[in-house]
């Protein structure tokens, strides 16, 4: 158990609709990172937050956005979904701002399914 | 951006075997170098990672990993696996320019008994 934990652990939903992804990090961690898991991209990085403030963008669509609350804890909101959005959104969290030194646990996932 | 290839989709290895990931990345530039596991239906977890210095690195659970500049490869190692090693297995690499992180598209690694 790595300490992070993320909500809902299944999604199910159709095309067009908006969900909402929640992650806790790790007591003391700052940094909260999004990836994506599909079978053809492989693991992306999408976003970070450190201590509620964007700090490193990767290959996040318009569509998603993210945020990071005074509790630390983050949201992931993927909108007007489409069936290529299926996949496995992972959380992870660190201690610091994310420089390469940093050691990033992961959290057990969100499957999205979208129909 | 960087590229990092992991060249074998599935490797099946015989239990007390050794076994070799291989893990290829783009650019020559600086870059630190991590493995991660992940085991079915969990996230993903840190065995080793290569920031500098020496270029073998040992990790958790008997892994080793050795850098290798000029051919740009990062490749996991361990002498002898277990059942319990059976697992998805990705490299990732980081620049020091920024925060992110680049990923392989992953080795399935089966332990057969």
């Known amino acids: 158990d790595s300490g992070v934990t993320q909500t809902p652990k299944h999604l199910i939903t159709a095309t067009g609709q908006r969900v909402t992804l929640r992650c806790s990090p790790r007591?003391?961690?700052?940094?909260v990172y999004w990836y994506q898991q599909s079978l053809d991209q492989g693991l992306q990085f999408l976003i970070q937050?450190?201590?509620?403030?964007?700090?490193a963008k990767g290959n996040i669509l318009e569509r998603f956005s993210a945020q990071q609350f005074p509790d630390l804890h983050s949201e992931l909101n993927l909108s007007s979904l489409e069936l290529g959005d299926s996949a496995l959104y992972f959380c992870?969290?660190?201690?610091?701002?994310?420089?390469?030194?940093?050691?990033?646990?992961f959290g057990p996932g969100t499957r999205l399914t979208v129909l | 951006a960087q590229s990092v290839t992991q060249l074998d989709s599935q490797v099946p290895v015989f239990e007390e075997a050794p076994v070799e990931l291989r893990c290829n990345y783009s650019?020559?530039?600086?870059?630190?170098l991590f493995w991660y596991v992940q085991y079915p239906n969990q996230g993903l977890q840190l065995l080793l990672k290569?920031?500098?210095?020496?270029?073998l690195v040992k990790g958790i659970n008997g892994f080793e990993a050795e850098f290798n500049k000029s051919q740009t490869s990062f490749h996991l190692r361990k002498p002898s696996v277990h059942i319990s090693d059976t697992a998805e297995y990705f490299c990732?690499?980081?620049?020091?320019?920024?925060?992110?992180?680049?990923f392989g598209t992953g080795t399935s690694l089966t332990v057969i008994p």
């Open positions: 992870a969290s660190s201690v610091g701002s994310g420089t390469y030194t940093d050691t990033q646990y």
């Open positions: 007591s003391g961690d700052l940094s």
């Open positions: 937050y450190y201590n509620g403030e964007e700090r």
């Open positions: 650019s020559s530039v600086s870059v630190y």
């Open positions: 290569y920031l500098s210095g020496s270029t």
């Open positions: 990732a690499v980081s620049e020091d320019t920024g925060n992110q992180f680049y």
